[in-house]
């Protein structure tokens, strides 16, 4: 199997800012993004308190419990396993004591060096409380805080460290500090609400608060507010890009704007692009909820066929994509989707979805679509084939178990029950982004991976050096 998605918040305000009641709201906008557990760390007079529990959102807390979060800094996180297992002592932000005072970190991404840089601090006599690579990143700062300045000195010091995708929330006593990885897998955006500082993995979540956009934050780039404003520090920037193509074919939501493009866009330009590339004669199209729902409209809209609901969603299951089990992905499906009959019945129908990785999901989808009276099902998947795995956080399992790895198009049509499918063609991802040239990593279709080393040409490792 593979790993997750996360999503970051935080918020540094004046004196009387109710940190705790908006990083609540801005999580609960995030809870897409992961549901096994969330957490809130305020910062109350300079001391730093958490609250944290597997479930979601709005289980774990209540109003008793945001009451006693007092103080006018808080972050918070929505946790999807990318690295640990999903057990409680995993969940954050995590909250570090040392000589200096308290830190609190929240991480969205994965560390592709984690196993090297938790073998070296072992080895040192570090002890680690939990099983994740977040705890890496606070022993780190908490160690380099104690050689430097400030905090921000400790985190520019740890990211020269760290290998992979991160971006990265850090609350100490009297500060507040955004981090991202220097090629920018992971989304983290700038906001402001009256005189807070905002900071969130979406777009969406800035909208839900009431903050008004400013920007994002640029890869490799520190940014820093205390009492005295907001700097950044911006030593980690290459000026380089890679940011995760999955999260706008399906991890962020259609109303956020990740890195100056807006999600719905992209899929809709996914679908127009499925339309041009594998028309078929069909009497209608429809979308798997949720993120297939643009593109289906966007191949509607280029071809001329119409669009239709085509399922109903139960709204109290979980994304099946980022599900801990497969035994638990092919449960949710089950009860997640039922198809609209009147809809789809005596149809020849377009099925537009977001993936394909291990094929079981798609093929209970096109089966409940016949079984409604579709005629003829023709799937278009609105992302290429899955052909490698990702190490920067994505949930994408070992190639054994990617079905466009082992069959050939046919096959997987075959095998999901389909009359035809399609995928969106590799060298059109650039198109459904609306750039010219390619600032996004491909590389769990392509097996390009990118690398900060200057030796790699064109800044890109093939897979079969990527490990």
Same mark, same amino acid.
């Given at each position: 199997?593979?790993?997750?998605? @996360?999503?970051?918040?935080?918020?540094?305000?004046?004196?009387?800012?109710? +940190?705790?009641?908006?990083?609540?709201?801005?999580?609960?906008?995030?809870?897409?993004?992961?549901?096994?557990?969330?957490?809130?760390?305020?910062?109350?007079?300079?001391?730093?308190?958490?609250?944290?529990?597997?479930?979601?959102?709005?289980?774990?807390?209540?109003?008793?419990?945001?009451?006693?979060?007092?103080?006018?800094?808080?972050?918070?996180?929505?946790?999807?396993?990318?690295?640990?297992?999903?057990?409680?002592?995993?969940?954050?932000?995590?909250?570090?004591?040392?000589?200096?005072?308290?830190?609190?970190?929240?991480?969205?991404?994965?560390?592709?060096?984690?196993?090297?840089?938790?073998?070296?601090?072992?080895?040192?006599?570090?002890?680690?409380?939990?099983?994740?690579?977040?705890?890496i990143m606070a022993y780190l700062i908490a160690?380099?805080?104690?050689?430097?300045?400030?905090?921000?000195?400790?985190?520019?010091?740890?990211?020269?460290?760290?290998?992979?995708?991160?971006?990265?929330?850090?609350?100490?006593?009297?500060?507040?500090?955004?981090a991202r990885d220097p090629l920018g897998f992971?989304?983290? @955006? !700038?906001?402001?609400?009256?005189?807070?500082?905002?900071?969130?993995?979406?777009?969406? +979540?800035?909208?839900?608060?009431?903050?008004?956009?400013?920007?994002?934050?640029?890869?490799?780039?520190?940014?820093?507010?205390?009492?005295?404003?907001?700097?950044?520090? /911006?030593?980690?920037?290459?000026?380089?890009?890679?940011? @995760?193509?999955?999260?706008?074919?399906?991890?962020?939501?259609?109303?956020?704007?990740?890195?100056?493009?807006?999600?719905?866009?992209?899929?809709?330009?996914?679908?127009?692009?499925?339309?041009?590339?594998?028309?078929?004669?069909?009497?209608?199209?429809?979308?798997?909820?949720?993120?297939?729902?643009?593109?289906?409209?966007?191949?509607?809209?280029?071809?001329?066929?119409?669009?239709?609901?085509?399922?109903?969603?139960?709204?109290?299951?979980?994304?099946?994509?980022?599900?801990?089990?497969?035994?638990?992905?092919?449960?949710?499906?089950?009860?997640?989707?039922?198809?609209?009959?009147?809809?789809?019945?005596?149809?020849?129908?377009?099925?537009?979805?977001?993936?394909?990785?291990?094929?079981?999901?798609?093929?209970? !989808?096109?089966?409940?679509?016949? /079984?409604?009276?579709?005629?003829?099902?023709h799937v278009r998947i609105s992302a290429p084939?899955?052909?490698?795995?990702?190490?920067?956080?994505?949930?994408?399992?070992?190639?054994?178990?990617?079905?466009?790895?082992?069959?050939?198009?046919?096959?997987? @049509?075959?095998? !999901?029950?389909?009359?035809?499918?399609?995928?969106?063609?590799?060298?059109?991802?650039?198109?459904?982004?609306?750039?010219?040239?390619?600032?996004?990593?491909?590389?769990?279709?392509?097996?390009?991976?990118?690398?900060?080393?200057?030796?790699?040409?064109?800044?890109?490792?093939?897979?079969?050096?990527?490990?």
């Amino acid at each position: 199997m593979i790993h997750e998605e @996360c999503g970051v918040f935080g918020i540094f305000g004046p004196e009387g800012t109710d +940190a705790a009641a908006a990083t609540y709201y801005g999580l609960f906008s995030l809870q897409h993004r992961g549901q096994e557990s969330c957490g809130i760390a305020v910062n109350n007079q300079g001391d730093v308190h958490v609250y944290k529990d597997m479930g979601l959102v709005s289980d774990v807390f209540s109003q008793p419990v945001l009451d006693s979060l007092t103080g006018r800094a808080a972050i918070g996180h929505v946790r999807y396993s990318t690295t640990g297992q999903s057990v409680r002592e995993n969940a954050q932000p995590l909250v570090t004591r040392y000589s200096k005072g308290t830190l609190a970190i929240a991480h969205n991404g994965n560390l592709s060096n984690t196993l090297t840089l938790r073998q070296q601090l072992e080895d040192q006599g570090a002890i680690f409380q939990t099983t994740i690579d977040s705890e890496i990143m606070a022993y780190l700062i908490a160690r380099y805080r104690s050689q430097t300045e400030t905090v921000e000195e400790a985190v520019a010091l740890t990211m020269e460290q760290l290998e992979g995708a991160y971006c990265l929330l850090v609350l100490s006593r009297g500060k507040m500090i955004a981090a991202r990885d220097p090629l920018g897998f992971r989304p983290l @955006c !700038i906001g402001q609400l009256g005189d807070a500082i905002v900071f969130a993995s979406e777009s969406c +979540a800035l909208d839900t608060v009431g903050a008004t956009f400013i920007r994002d934050v640029e890869p490799g780039e520190i940014v820093v507010v205390d009492k005295n404003g907001m700097r950044s520090l /911006k030593s980690h920037c290459h000026g380089r890009r890679h940011h @995760c193509i999955f999260e706008y074919i399906y991890f962020a939501r259609s109303d956020s704007k990740l890195d100056s493009v807006s999600v719905y866009e992209a899929r809709l330009r996914a679908g127009r692009l499925l339309a041009e590339q594998y028309p078929v004669a069909a009497d209608i199209v429809l979308g798997v909820p949720d993120s297939g729902l643009d593109a289906a409209m966007g191949y509607s809209m280029a071809s001329g066929i119409p669009l239709v609901r085509g399922f109903v969603k139960n709204n109290y299951v979980g994304r099946t994509f980022i599900k801990p089990t497969q035994s638990q992905r092919e449960n949710a499906v089950r009860i997640k989707l039922n198809p609209v009959r009147s809809s789809v019945e005596g149809k020849r129908v377009i099925m537009v979805d977001d993936s394909i990785v291990r094929g079981t999901t798609s093929a209970r !989808i096109v089966q409940l679509l016949k /079984k409604a009276g579709a005629t003829e099902v023709h799937v278009r998947i609105s992302a290429p084939p899955f052909l490698w795995p990702c190490y920067f956080g994505t949930d994408i399992p070992s190639i054994d178990q990617l079905t466009a790895r082992q069959h050939s198009l046919d096959e997987i @049509c075959q095998m !999901i029950g389909a009359d035809s499918l399609g995928f969106l063609k590799l060298d059109s991802l650039h198109e459904m982004m609306g750039e010219k040239e390619k600032h996004y990593c491909d590389a769990c279709f392509s097996g390009l991976y990118p690398s900060l080393d200057p030796a790699a040409e064109n800044g890109l490792v093939y897979a079969m050096e990527a490990r």
